[in-house]
C-alpha cells in the first residue's frame, strides 16, 4: 500500500516495537530467513517466500473515527498510553495545545472506553487524502499523517475545516454531529499562495517585456 512505512527492528525487539509500529499504521514486516518461531510471536505469517512476509494484527486504521478524546502532560505519559493500547487507536491531545483543547471543546474526555470507525474509500493524489468515515457523534477523526502548522488545508464534505494537532504529531478534524463524512487533507504551504502571486506578475512581466522588445518599430 502507498502509506505502508518502511521500518527496522530486530525480531527480539518486536514485541516492544509493535505497539508504536502500529499507531504508525505499519502493517507489513518482511524479513530474510526470518526465524519464523519467533516472529510468529508477535506478527502473523502471511507468506513465506525469498523475504518472508509477515502482517500484524493489532495495526491501527490510516484513519479512524473516535467519540472520545484522552489527554497527556508529557510525550513519556502518550507513549505509555500507546504501549497499553494493545492495538486500540484512540486520540490524546496534550494539556498544553490550548488551540486542539478549544476545538474539542464538545468531545467526550478521559480514558474511557471509545468507540472507534475505521475510514473507508481512499483516494490518494500527489498532494491529498481523501476518504469516508461514519461518525456515532461529536468526535475527532485522525488521521496518521504528519502535523505542521498551516501548511495543511482539510475539507469536510466540501466544506472548509480547522486541522488540529492529535497523538503529538498527526492531524485530524473534529465534527459535531453524527453522519457520513467525507474528508479531505490536501498540502498547502502557508506561503503558497503568495509564491503563485508572484510568479504571475513574474510571468506578466517577462510577456509583457518579449511584446515590447519584439514589435515592430514604428517609422516617423
Given amino acids: 500500500r502507498l502509506w505502508d512505512w518502511r521500518v527496522y527492528a530486530e525480531a527480539k525487539d518486536l514485541a516492544q516495537a509493535r505497539p508504536f509500529f502500529d499507531a504508525l499504521n505499519v502493517r507489513y514486516y518482511f524479513d530474510r530467513a526470518s526465524d519464523q518461531g519467533v516472529m510468529g510471536r508477535t506478527l502473523k505469517l502471511v507468506r513465506p517466500a525469498d523475504l518472508d512476509v509477515y502482517e500484524s494484527p493489532t495495526v491501527w486504521p490510516r484513519a479512524f473515527f473516535t467519540d472520545r478524546v484522552d489527554s497527556y502532560t508529557q510525550l513519556g505519559e502518550l507513549i505509555g498510553k500507546i504501549r497499553a493500547a494493545d492495538g486500540h487507536p484512540f486520540v490524546a491531545i496534550e494539556q498544553a495545545d490550548h488551540p486542539a483543547q478549544a476545538a474539542l471543546a464538545k468531545v467526550a474526555r478521559g480514558p474511557g472506553a471509545p468507540t472507534t470507525t475505521p475510514a473507508t474509500n481512499y483516494r490518494l493524489t500527489e498532494n491529498t487524502t481523501s476518504f469516508t468515515v461514519r461518525a456515532t457523534g461529536p468526535g475527532a477523526i485522525f488521521l496518521s499523517a ?31 454531529a453524527a453522519g457520513e463524512y467525507r474528508v479531505s487533507f490536501r498540502y498547502w504551504p502557508r506561503q503558497f499562495t503568495r509564491h503563485l502571486t508572484f510568479s504571475a506578475l513574474g510571468a506578466l512581466l517577462l510577456g509583457a517585456s518579449v511584446w515590447l522588445a519584439l514589435r515592430p518599430a514604428r517609422s516617423a
Fill in 146 to 176: 504528519a502535523y505542521w502548522p498551516d501548511d495543511f488545508r482539510a475539507e469536510v464534505n466540501g466544506r472548509d475545516a480547522p486541522v488540529v494537532r492529535l497523538n503529538h504529531a498527526f492531524k485530524g478534524v473534529i465534527v459535531d
